[in-house]
């Protein structure tokens, strides 16, 4: 079954310092790969998303993501938070290879920005 | 491109009372998601439509729980018979039909079961 795993539930980080986010999805041949951000009161929001080619991707408010089959991860970096970053951050993956479309998300990881 | 929309926002009823939420997608998205969020945890599946067919249930999704999108537009989400454990938040997703295109979801429907 497809599962994704959040290791982190909780990170604390100062503003301006870097961020990484882990994401481990089990095992699928064809995985595509999502980063969305939910802020209190506010729908997910889509960060980015792989689906093939370039293992790196971009995505909105300067956060990117690395595709790394070989460790079935999808990490989240973003080289300087700032304090509007404070958020709850979930991993999702869709196999295509099961047939279906539905998303299966991580438990999500909180994130708290210091001055 | 006005987003997708949910309504209500929040919602607060006794054990035992049916309640109904309503998701309103982006006007062009064929396909319609609704998942469930409870605290601490991320969203999981319960159902999704393409136009008007409802095409996978998730068992999660017990007789008391019906979907649906007679129009192939708007959806409802009707809950019988509720219970404590049903509190949770509701969200809604829209999405054009190809298994990578992006789901956009709404802001959710809280529930709270007293």
């Known amino acids: 079954a497809q599962s994704v795993t959040q290791p982190d539930i909780h990170i604390t980080v100062s503003e301006g310092a870097s961020l990484e986010l882990r994401c481990n999805y089990s095992y699928g041949a064809t995985p595509y790969l999502f980063w969305y951000v939910q802020s209190p009161g506010q729908g997910l929001q889509l960060l980015l998303k792989?689906?093939?080619?370039?293992?790196l991707v971009q995505g909105i408010k300067g956060f990117e993501a690395e595709f790394k089959r070989s460790q079935s991860s999808f990490n989240l970096r973003k080289p300087s938070v700032h304090w509007s970053d404070a958020a709850e951050y979930f991993c999702?993956?869709?196999?295509?290879?099961?047939?279906?479309?539905?998303?299966?998300f991580g438990t999500g990881t909180r994130l708290t920005i210091i001055p | 491109d006005t987003g997708v929309s949910q309504d209500p926002r929040h919602k607060i009823t006794k054990r035992g009372q049916n309640v109904t939420f309503r998701c309103d997608p982006i006007s062009e998205h064929n396909r319609l998601y609704w998942y469930r969020q409870t605290l601490g945890q991320g969203p999981e599946f319960l159902t999704y439509f393409q136009n008007e067919a409802q095409l996978e249930k998730s068992r999660l999704l017990s007789d008391r729980f019906s979907a649906e999108r007679p129009k192939g537009s708007f959806s409802t989400l009707e809950i019988q018979r509720t219970e404590q454990g049903d509190s949770a938040m509701y969200l809604c997703a829209s999405s054009l039909v190809a298994i990578q295109e992006t789901q956009y979801f709404g802001p959710g429907t809280r529930l709270l079961v007293l």
């Open positions: 999702a993956v869709v196999y295509q290879d099961f047939g279906n479309e539905k998303l299966t």
């Open positions: 792989y689906f093939s080619g370039d293992t």
